[in-house]
């Protein structure tokens, strides 16, 4: 059950975050700042999710989530370049592979500015009264956690084992990470004596984790494909690419057939008997 003070503190608390993340990223925008700025816009958005609609839509919370999240989908193409980057240092350097990195350090570095300037709008919100006039009760809290619940764990049901019977459903694997790390922060809204939420968390870790490394392959494959550098040393890295990509799915398979007994309804069983424990 969602408890209704823990709720509005953790929106509170959630908002908070991602102001002072997006102070340290105009500091500095790294690496760790920008993973820890996404974090934080995830955290808020899954908190922000279980409001009523009329604080969705047309409130001046709804409009700066709003903003929030164009800033993370920036920051998104942006830490997207830079796993691309980091992949093709691996590789001898030659006229066809640094020519691909001199056009991602250009759009890169385009795409930071753009950052930049949504998160300055952001910090110049004064977020500490955009929560003042939210009156919400427990049962609406509840209901919509539910209906959110019930939609997350149906979209999982329905991808899950799509994904294990095919390792180029590129799209439903997708689906299925985006669907695991929603989930994921939606369970951190529970009370921590809740066991069972606590063990899918962790579960749902590892699955994005892995998950999350084969969408990175994905990505690299499908920018240097468009690239319109097709040569034999673009060719050879993608290979390389998809070579590694199939392992890390092999890596998948294995955990999920290790720890998760796969069957493969044990995972489902586990994520459907949050319904009940929620």
Do not use: W
């Amino acid at each position: 059950m969602l408890n209704l003070l823990p709720f509005l503190t953790k929106l509170s608390e959630n908002l908070r975050k991602v102001h002072n993340r997006i102070n340290k990223y105009l500091k500095d925008p790294n690496e760790k700042q920008i993973h820890d700025v996404r974090t934080a816009i995830r955290r808020l958005d899954a908190t922000f999710l279980i409001l009523p609609k009329k604080y969705r839509n047309g409130s001046p919370l709804s409009e700066y989530v709003l903003k929030c999240k164009e800033f993370f989908k920036v920051n998104s193409e942006i830490r997207d370049y830079d796993i691309i980057y980091a992949k093709l240092q691996k590789y001898p350097s030659n006229a066809q592979r640094d020519s691909v990195i001199e056009t991602l350090r250009a759009t890169r570095d385009a795409s930071l500015e753009h950052a930049k300037s949504i998160a300055g709008s952001l910090k110049s919100t004064d977020t500490s009264k955009i929560i003042d006039k939210i009156g919400v009760t427990e049962k609406d809290l509840q209901k919509r956690f539910d209906k959110i619940l019930a939609r997350l764990i149906s979209n999982i049901e329905s991808t899950f084992p799509v994904v294990l019977s095919d390792s180029l459903k590129i799209e439903e694997l997708h689906d299925l990470r985006i669907s695991c790390k929603k989930l994921r922060y939606l369970l951190e809204l529970l009370p921590d004596e809740n066991q069972g939420a606590l063990k899918t968390s962790k579960t749902l870790q590892k699955l994005q984790d892995i998950l999350g490394a084969i969408h990175d392959y994905d990505f690299t494959t499908h920018y240097l494909s468009s690239s319109g550098q097709s040569s034999k040393e673009i060719q050879e890295i993608i290979n390389s690419e998809n070579e590694e990509r199939r392992l890390k799915f092999d890596e998948f398979l294995k955990y999920c057939k290790r720890r998760l007994d796969i069957s493969p309804d044990s995972f489902l069983i586990m994520i459907r008997s949050l319904k009940s424990s929620a």
